[in-house]
């Protein structure tokens, strides 16, 4: 009998792939589509309608619903923040986000991040290690299920690849994660429903592009020069603005899909009426939209959003110079703070599940 260890995660899987397994083992093609369409729906192989030695071989060799809700905290506006728990204990944080025209999902890509963002909570551990395209899509199936979800009536209709990890560091799962979420065989979301957030990697960009799946590119930019840039992003240091732009214009080029810059509101950084007439000078002539967000503090930084006058100031400079742009509402802020937070808290709490255990 396998380690459990070594079992394999059935969502890493396709439905190709599995197909050309069960056969393989004696099992007709049809059962394939039944244990694909029920992995779907994130039951258990004890769960499934299927005969019991198919249970037996899979329960044997594989393991199921991969990622476990550690807890859920709820927020005043119907906003929900997830822990996520891994099968070797790792965790990371999902935020589920209810809007009119209907439900958002942000996933983590990597356990950590080695980006090194000054104003992220996620990258204060460091990369961990990457997730698998099984459990990226755990994280979806998971929710999916929690509120009451099927493939035909689901629950998530856009996601964003915008939690823990930079997606374009984890390159080849989060593309598998992208197809395999976006198949029709499985739970069939749009890639035109999905966003991914980069911190601007721009050789993947353009691999990225490349490949001409059409989902939203939002490029974490958070400055207007290349000096401001390398004092909150390390990435800067190898990727300059210019070269964000041309890859941010090739993917434009590629896809058609409208780019959207991430742009945090620091004090003393970035913020002034003068920064926003050189953003808007950057970005001019760019099929680009701004998405502007006052930063949200992480305790381990010293770094701060600004006022609400000095808010409307850049907003007024962006638009005056033709520059759409629009101040994201922070939904959630009472339920967990900056991205990663909740996972660092969780993990430095001694009454946290592990202490517990152990």
Known sequence: MPDEKNKINIL??????????????GYPKFRASQVYSQSYMYKHFDEMNIPKDLKDFLNENYYDNSVVVLETFKGKDDTEKYLFLFRDGNIVEGVFMPHKYGNTLCVSTQVGCRMGCK?????????????????????????????NGTLKERKITNIVLMGSGEPLDNFDEVVKFINFVSSKDGINISPRNISLSTCGLVDKIIKFADLKIPVILTISLHASTDETRKEIMPIANKYSIAEIINAAKYYYNQTGRRIIFEYSLIEGKNSTREE???????LYGLNAHVNLINLNPVKERNLKGISGN???EFIDELTKNGISNTLRHSMGNDIGGAC??????????????FNKKN
Do not use: M, W
């Open 12 to 25: 890493d899987y396709s439905l190709e792939e599995l197909t050309e397994l069960l056969v393989s083992k």
């Open 340 to 353: 990663g937070q909740l996972r660092n808290n969780y993990i430095n709490n001694p009454n946290n599940y």
């Open 119 to 147: 104003f992220c909570a996620s990258t204060l551990n460091g990369l961990i290690r990457n997730l698998t395209c099984g459990e990226i899509l755990g994280e979806v199936l998971a929710i999916n299920k929690l509120h």
């Open 310 to 312: 000095s808010i409307a």
């Open 276 to 282: 926003a007439k050189k953003l808007a000078k950057l």
